[in-house]
């Protein structure tokens, strides 16, 4: 099983450009979370999907951030305009979604706007 | 709301020092507990996991967790600890709706 695989590993991109985020989950896994991670915040869970269903999108910083998943295999995490404060690694994880199972992790996206 | 607190943010231990890590979390129903570590520049990998059965927790590279239900509290344990341990560590709850809660860290230090 080759695990979470998100791309790319590092992005640099300029201020006020579209950035795109992807995310491939371990398949069978139900339930996708898009989290993001910086000094100053720690851990914060952006959006969590179900079956392919976005559930709680709270932890979405504004409107500049969205996030799809069309199918069971794909999600995207897309940043327009980006900001220099979105600088950050992102990390997206999938789980079962039955009880007791765990997240996992995949590499992380870091992204930086400069 | 689920919420996750870990009070030591920064710990700092000479090799073969025990060690404990304390989190604590607010949820009245059913929860499934872990502990993750992240080492420098990777992402989060299990260490351990409660979710049912007996509170004291055994996990990969000599780690333990021991959920106490009346104290809210699943503190992270190691006898002695390595250098190779120092890495950041999260606590987690996951109750209703499947949906993954992690505390802010704590990151330790092990001096050789």
């Known amino acids: 099983d080759a695990g979470v695989i998100q791309s790319p590993r590092h992005e640099v991109t300029e201020m006020g450009q579209e950035v795109t985020l992807r995310c491939k989950p371990i398949s069978g896994h139900n339930s996708l979370f898009w989290y993001r991670q910086t000094m100053m915040r720690g851990l914060e869970l952006l959006i969590y999907f179900n079956n392919n269903v976005p559930i709680d999108d709270s932890g979405m910083p504004e409107d500049r951030f969205s996030a799809k998943m069309p199918n069971a295999s794909f999600s995207t995490l897309k940043i327009q305009p980006s900001e220099p404060r979105d600088s950050a690694v992102y990390f997206c994880?999938?789980?079962?979604?039955?009880?007791?199972?765990?997240?996992?992790f995949g590499q992380g996206t870091r992204l930086t706007v400069v | 709301a689920q919420s996750v607190s870990q009070h030591n943010h920064h710990v700092i231990l000479s090799e073969a020092a025990s060690l404990e890590l304390g989190c604590n979390y607010s949820?009245?129903?059913?929860?499934?507990l872990f502990w993750y570590v992240q080492y420098p520049g990777q992402h989060l990998q299990l260490l351990l996991k409660y979710f049912s059965g007996d509170p004291l927790v055994k996990g990969i590279k000599g780690f333990e967790a021991e959920f106490i239900k009346s104290k809210f509290s699943f503190n992270l344990r190691k006898p002695s600890v390595q250098w190779s341990d120092t890495a950041e560590y999260f606590c987690a709850v996951n109750g209703g709706f499947n949906k993954f809660y992690f505390g802010s860290g704590t990151k330790l230090n092990v001096k050789p």
């Open positions: 994880a999938s789980s079962t979604g039955t009880g007791g199972s765990e997240a996992f």
């Open positions: 949820y009245g129903g059913t929860v499934n």
